[in-house]
């Protein structure tokens, strides 16, 4: 496990902490000294990821959350309040991209079908995960960081909450919501020394992508639309939240950081 001190003697939650980008920023906070709460749905695979960190002379804990809940975020806090006695930061890093696991063979850019073919059920579904789960997260975390004298709160959208593609137009929508929840929460807690910034991943190498990048076809696309001429890491996301979770960050608020090898520069 990486090793410095940029977070020493903090507190980070850590959503969809499992896997991809929210394993590896879970991984690399607590190399930098920070306390973390890695939560997710996938319980098998988020205890996997603290006993790595907890094995590398870490301290992580695990907590089962699903992000559109509200009554599990009220005892999330509580339950690492009573852990850790104050909360630093939340990366809001859960999401879903609403792909039909049916859909094995991707031809487009962006997963997903076309707007006339995406029910209401599946719209809500990708909604309240990304959007609404962040929402709920933020305003969780606000009353535990005023306390603790402000905070930096992390949320996760994408490129896609800044451009339009072919597909998946819930997914555009609900990572476009999180861009803009969060300039608007950074003006209302500025005061309070809570700070909350979005990150905007370019095509990442994950679980969530996988499938896509599967198709020789797709991944060919993606590679020669993105300048730099490769997939992100997990690692090139977590090094930004690292940054925005950072006191080197304390000027940072409301900005929107896009790490995604100059795709959207074009
Ligand atoms: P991933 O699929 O590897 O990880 C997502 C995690 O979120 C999983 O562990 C999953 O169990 C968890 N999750 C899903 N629903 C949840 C819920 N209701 N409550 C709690 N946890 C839940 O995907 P990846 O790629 O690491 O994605 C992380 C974030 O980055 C997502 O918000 C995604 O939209 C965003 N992103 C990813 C990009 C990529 O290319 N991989 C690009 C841009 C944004």
Redesign the pocket.
């Known amino acids: 496990m990486e090793s410095g001190s940029r977070l020493k003697g903090k507190v980070a939650i850590v959503?969809?902490?499992?896997?991809?980008?929210?394993?590896e920023t879970a991984k690399v906070f607590a190399g930098h000294g920070a306390k973390v709460m890695v939560?997710?749905?996938?319980d098998a695979?988020?205890n996997s990821i603290i006993e790595e960190i907890n094995t590398s002379g870490g301290d992580a804990t695990y907590r089962t959350?699903?992000?559109?809940n509200e009554g599990r975020w009220s005892d999330l806090v509580a339950e690492t309040v009573e852990l850790h006695d104050r909360i630093d930061v939340l990366t809001n890093?859960?999401?879903?991209?609403g792909r039909d696991p049916q859909q094995n063979i991707q031809t487009t850019l962006t997963a997903g079908g076309l707007l006339e073919d995406q029910s209401l059920e599946k719209w809500n579904q990708i909604m309240e995960?990304?959007a609404t789960?962040t929402f709920l997260g933020t305003k969780s975390v606000l009353a535990p960081m005023r306390d603790s004298g402000g905070g930096s709160v992390i949320n996760?959208?994408?490129?896609?909450g800044i451009i339009g593609s072919f597909a998946n137009t819930a997914?555009h929508a609900s990572?476009g919501a999180v861009r803009i929840f969060s300039k608007s929460a950074a003006i209302q807690y500025a005061a309070d020394g809570i700070r909350v910034n979005s990150i905007?991943?370019?095509?990442?190498?994950?679980?969530?992508?996988q499938p896509g990048h599967a198709n020789p076809e797709v991944a060919q696309k993606r590679i020669e639309a993105t300048p730099l001429g490769r997939?992100?890491t997990?690692r090139d996301?977590a090094m930004g939240c690292l940054y925005l979770a950072s006191d080197e960050a304390a000027w940072i608020t409301g900005t929107e950081l896009v790490i995604d090898g100059g795709m959207t520069a074009n």
């Open positions: 959503t969809g902490g499992a896997s991809g980008i929210g394993a939560c997710d749905v996938n695979l988020g959350l699903d992000v559109t890093i859960a999401g879903i991209s995960v990304n789960g996760i959208s994408s490129i896609c997914y990572k905007h991943p370019g095509f990442v190498d994950t679980p969530m992508t997939f992100g997990p996301i």
